[in-house]
């Protein structure tokens, strides 16, 4: 009896001190902590590896439960599920000597189970609700999954698709992908609710300029004006900053000659000291190690001093810090303080996730089984793809009828489940996707007959399946086109120096527009292809990227006109691959473009025009857009332009419009794009109905850096542009006085 109650009472202390212990402030929780520790132990907090279970990189390490009893690690990822996180965890938190928890991170890129569109597809939703509730449900599922910190949003501007990567991201423009940046970060991690189980720690990456490479290969060398890359590609990661993401993630790539892992300009300099974060930094996947390579370390140990002393603060994969960090602190090299001040912002996210306190709180089976795939979670994953479906052609044959007899759904992605979740599909399986055939199925039940043929591979010159898919065709009412690229053709190492539709896809378009059918091509890709012929001649063409496991139930809901597609494509679709990097906000050049005009900026043999531009997207119904009404013709320092637009919905359906606004400096002492998106708005609008939009800009909207890059606006004539696309636009001038 008496030992019941000396174990009661000594619980009774151990939870009373507990308890006090939650009230200290995590500073002082850490402080606590980092007095305890070993270097090894500290170093071994600096240290990310990877589990068996996935590969998204060059190396496996199959030690690494060793690691974690040892202490050589302080977080993993690529393990996920409850039963696996918690059993890591049970080797951290009862094995090793100080039970310090570990942390799980993953690349949930667009989604954990229940898939969402790829990045680049949502961006073209231009909807704000959307990608948040995207990064929301991800959020959820990862987290009832025993995860804690997924490696995402990747928020890299390209202008160049040939890069495997431009899908992983938000298109070419810093506004439209700085917006959805702090979005996707605070779907991930809350507004003010970080901590709570059902969120995660975001990371912005890949610090930085990573969708710069030359020749749009991925990995290489990226080199561009300090002006170009504080106007163009640092604003969506100052965002995802500005939006609380906890950690940053740094590039493979060297920028202007440094490799951002060694680049203690952008690690310290910028990032820390210039835009403020207190985060974690961790490097990409062994990138310190590729400082060799790279040519700006002899060996590991060099690398590792110089990652460590720019500010990278844990290594992925690379097992470097783990090697060399105690020999370069007791030579002096590295001070014991820069480990300290790394080992302490690891330490105080674990407090932050609340893992300290129970290392097992994202272990909830019961959650785990109700939440990921869940119904609900499926619908709004439904929802966010049909809106980031683009119309690109429509010679009125869509919306088909929903009385539709005979339907021929052909092609080799008609049937396709596993493509449908793209790229960096975590724990996402094919199997759980709706095909474009089931999906129009589900929608027209039993009532139509579907004529079904592959037709053709994605890739290879075999047309022996021609003739099967043409008589479905020609016996069909209508026809549904399904092809593309498969997933594994975009994403990383996955750079393509010819973007057209692969095999003979459009060869067997062509054959099903003998038939004389209605016709509508879907296309499934995870870039923009350079599809011209298609571009000007399909009777109706969906974007429709890769939607992920509502891919078919969304496509079938645009279709038959359930949904009349909103998207507008965040990036520019070139006509051809050598006219990369084309882009809307280009420069005028001194001999502008004039297609008739020899002596102009421009080719022999092809326009300078993307097949469709930024911004572009049809509808089932039109709109009509005024010109845009500046609430002054001349502003002055520190006042803001307040400039309202009407749209109306002119036609007879429901619909979404993305009003667009962009600006031109017309003259400046720093030549200026011909255009820049400032501001957008989508709006939904019944037919006939009239919105009066307010879009407000404020100096920064005029600002550029000047030549000694300081950010200033200078007198003179801007024009504000408004309209449904970058290159159908209405303008008015205003002028900014001294
Ligand atoms: C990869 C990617 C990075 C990812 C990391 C972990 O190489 O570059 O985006 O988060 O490794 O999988």
New binding site residues.
């Given amino acids: 009896m008496k030992n019941i109650l000396t174990s009661l009472l000594f619980l009774l202390f151990l939870n009373s001190l507990a308890a006090q212990s939650r009230q200290k402030p995590v500073s002082e929780r850490v402080d606590s902590v980092m007095a305890l520790m070993t270097l090894e132990e500290k170093i071994g907090q600096m240290t990310l590896f990877?589990t068996d279970w996935g590969s998204?990189?060059p190396t496996i390490r199959p030690g690494y439960r060793e690691d974690i009893k040892e202490g050589r690690c302080g977080a993993l990822?690529?393990a996920h599920g409850v039963a696996f996180t918690r059993e890591l965890q049970r080797i951290a938190v009862e094995e090793s000597r100080l039970k310090i928890p570990l942390i799980f991170?993953y690349?949930v890129i667009h989604g954990f189970k229940t898939i969402f569109p790829i990045p680049l597809g949502e961006a073209a939703s231009w909807d704000m609700k959307a990608v948040k509730a995207s990064a929301g449900v991800a959020a959820a599922e990862a987290s009832a999954a025993g995860l804690h910190w997924t490696?995402?949003p990747?928020v890299d501007i390209s202008r160049d698709p040939r890069w495997g990567r431009i899908m992983?991201g938000a298109g070419e423009d810093p506004v439209l992908a700085s917006a959805i940046a702090a979005q996707r970060v605070q779907g991930f991690q809350g507004i003010g609710t970080f901590g709570e189980p059902n969120r995660i720690l975001a990371?912005v990456?890949?610090f930085a300029a990573y969708g710069a490479p030359f020749g749009g290969r991925d990995y290489n060398t990226v080199d561009m004006s300090e002006r170009m890359f504080r106007e163009v590609y640092l604003p969506p990661y100052q965002a995802a900053i500005a939006a609380g993401a906890r950690t940053v993630?740094t590039a493979?790539n060297e920028l202007n000659g440094v490799p951002a892992t060694a680049n203690k300009w952008l690690l310290t300099d910028l990032l820390r000291n210039e835009l403020r974060f207190k985060g974690m930094v961790v490097t990409?996947?062994t990138s310190i190690n590729e400082l060799v390579p790279h040519g700006v370390a002899a060996n590991e140990k060099h690398a590792s001093e110089l990652a460590v002393l720019a500010g990278a603060d844990m290594d992925?994969q690379g097992a470097v810090y783990q090697r060399f960090l105690k020999e370069l602190v007791e030579e002096g090299k590295v001070p014991i303080a820069r480990v300290d001040e790394a080992v302490r912002r690891i330490l105080r996210l674990k407090f932050e996730l609340g893992l300290f306190d129970d290392p097992y709180r994202y272990c909830d089976e019961k959650k785990e089984k109700s939440v990921i795939l869940s119904d609900h979670n499926r619908a709004i994953a439904r929802d966010v793809a049909r809106k980031s479906i683009v119309l690109l052609r429509n010679e009125n044959i869509l919306p088909l009828s929903k009385e539709v007899k005979k339907l021929a759904v052909v092609g080799p992605l008609a049937a396709d489940k596993d493509n449908l979740i793209g790229f960096w599909s975590a724990a996402g399986e094919g199997q759980h996707c709706v095909s474009l055939v089931d999906g129009i199925r589900n929608k027209l039940g039993t009532g139509v007959e579907l004529l079904t043929a592959k037709g053709c591979e994605i890739t290879g010159n075999d047309r022996s399946g021609f003739a099967e898919a043409v008589e479905q065709a020609s016996q069909a009412d209508a026809v549904v086109v399904a092809i593309g690229e498969s997933r594994e053709m975009s994403g990383?190492a996955a750079s393509r120096a010819d973007i057209s539709l692969p095999g003979v896809q459009e060869e067997l378009v062509k054959a099903l527009m003998g038939t004389g059918k209605p016709l509508v091509v879907v296309l499934m890709n995870g870039r923009p292809l350079t599809i011209p012929w298609l571009g000007e001649n399909a009777p109706a063409l969906l974007e429709t990227w890769w939607l992920g496991t509502e891919a078919g139930n969304a496509i079938a809901d645009v279709l038959f006109g359930d949904y009349n597609p909103s998207g507008k494509l965040p990036v520019s679709f070139p006509r051809h691959v050598g006219q990369i990097p084309v882009f809307y906000s280009h420069k005028a050049t001194g001999r502008p473009y004039q297609p008739n005009n020899k002596w102009r900026s421009k080719y022999l043999d092809i326009t300078n025009e993307p097949l469709f531009p930024f911004g572009y997207g049809l509808s089932y119904t039109t709109f009509e857009i005024s010109a845009p009404a500046p609430d002054k013709t001349k502003f002055r320092s520190g006042e803001v332009v307040k400039v309202h637009v009407k749209v109306t919905n002119t036609g007879n359906r429901e619909g979404e419009e993305v009003v667009q606004l962009y600006i031109h400096d017309k003259v400046a002492s720093v030549t200026r794009p011909v255009k820049e998106l400032r501001a957008f708005q989508k709006v939904s609008l019944k037919p006939g109905e009239t919105k009066d939009l307010l879009f407000v800009l404020f100096e920064k909207d005029f600002a550029f850096l000047d030549q000694n890059l300081e950010w200033t606006i200078e007198p003179g004539e801007f024009e504000i542009m408004v309209g449904n696309s970058v290159d159908n636009v209405k303008a008015v001038v205003v002028v900014r006085v001294e």
């Fill in positions: 990877t998204t990189g990822f690529n991170g690349d490696f995402a990747m992983e990371c990456k890949h993630m493979f990409d996947y992925m990383e």
